[in-house]
């Protein structure tokens, strides 16, 4: 008797890079029978909140919103070390000058959006919410004084005519030491330990599989990767599938936990003793 379990991801080729696999009946799932559902890191969030999805990626900062009924897997997680949000404007300014300013941001509960307010929280309200697609075209419209930007945008920004205000990843590096914990996946604790053991070693199987057949993930990829070159494609997987993506290990684990006990001592994650990871 198979088991249909929901799993959510991004378009962003990292994602689908990883988890091809899995829905395309490339490597062998047992009794699981995964049925995608993909959107925006945002929507994933909250779907998760919503409780819509069995399993899912989602913003580190989300995690510690969802302990109640998710844990964290240890595979197929974008952390790293090189590869966190920008600040980016229309002309060089200091970070300080963006105190009152719009700022666009892809949502409330991005990792991003956590690491601009521990850097500093006078920026939580002057944000404004918008897919992440959308933030530079509206920092160069004019719409937004600034912009948060995630994913491919570190690759493209110039192209839009905007420059970087601050590298919010290499600040969490320099003040913790650690990879930047951008997001994970998250399973239902009731699907049980047995379940959610075989659905992370389900997703490193795929990332292996994936890397030793590169080529085979590259069309549904390019499906969903909003007009990106193959050249950024293969920069975004390079950076985001990283040494991480297996298995978070010892560091990665640190990493995650630093940023929720640092988000709570601030007041924008809820306190509790239930553990991060399945």
């Known amino acids: 008797m198979s088991q249909e379990v929901s799993l959510g991801f991004s378009t ?29 890191v945002e929507e994933l969030n ?8 069995d399993v899912t990626k989602v913003s580190c900062h989300a995690v510690g919103h969802l302990l109640k009924d998710y844990c964290l897997l240890r595979s197929g997680g974008a952390l790293g070390k090189g590869c966190g949000p920008l600040v980016v404007a229309r002309e060089k300014i200091g970070i300080e000058e963006l105190k009152g300013k ?15 307010c521990l850097y500093d929280p006078e920026f939580e309200g002057h944000s404004i919410p918008m897919p992440f697609h959308r933030i530079m075209e509206s920092v160069k419209t004019g719409e937004a004084d600034a912009g948060l930007i995630i994913h491919e945008g570190r690759f493209t920004y110039p192209q839009y005519g905007l420059t970087e205000v601050m590298d919010l990843g290499k600040w969490w590096e320099e003040e913790t030491g650690l990879p930047i914990p951008l997001g994970g996946i998250v399973a239902r604790r009731s699907l049980g330990k047995d379940r959610t053991g075989m659905i992370e070693r389900l997703i490193a199987e795929g990332i292996k599989y994936s890397r030793s057949h590169p080529e085979e993930p590259m069309k549904y990829i390019r499906l969903h990767a909003q007009e990106m070159s193959d050249r950024v494609i293969r920069q975004h997987i390079e950076l985001y599938v990283n040494e991480f993506s297996p298995d978070v290990g010892e560091e990665g684990q640190r990493a995650v936990e630093t940023l929720i006990v640092k988000a709570r001592k601030i007041g924008l994650l809820p306190e509790t003793a239930i553990p991060v990871f399945c």
């Open 102 to 116: 719009r700022i666009a941001i892809p949502g409330r509960l991005t990792t991003a959006f956590l690491l601009l």
């Open 46 to 53: 909250q779907m998760a909140m919503r409780g819509e999805l």
């Open 12 to 40: 962003c080729p990292n994602d689908t890079f990883i988890f091809h696999p899995l829905v395309h009946g490339k490597i062998d799932t047992g009794d699981i029978v995964f049925r995608e559902r993909l959107g925006d």
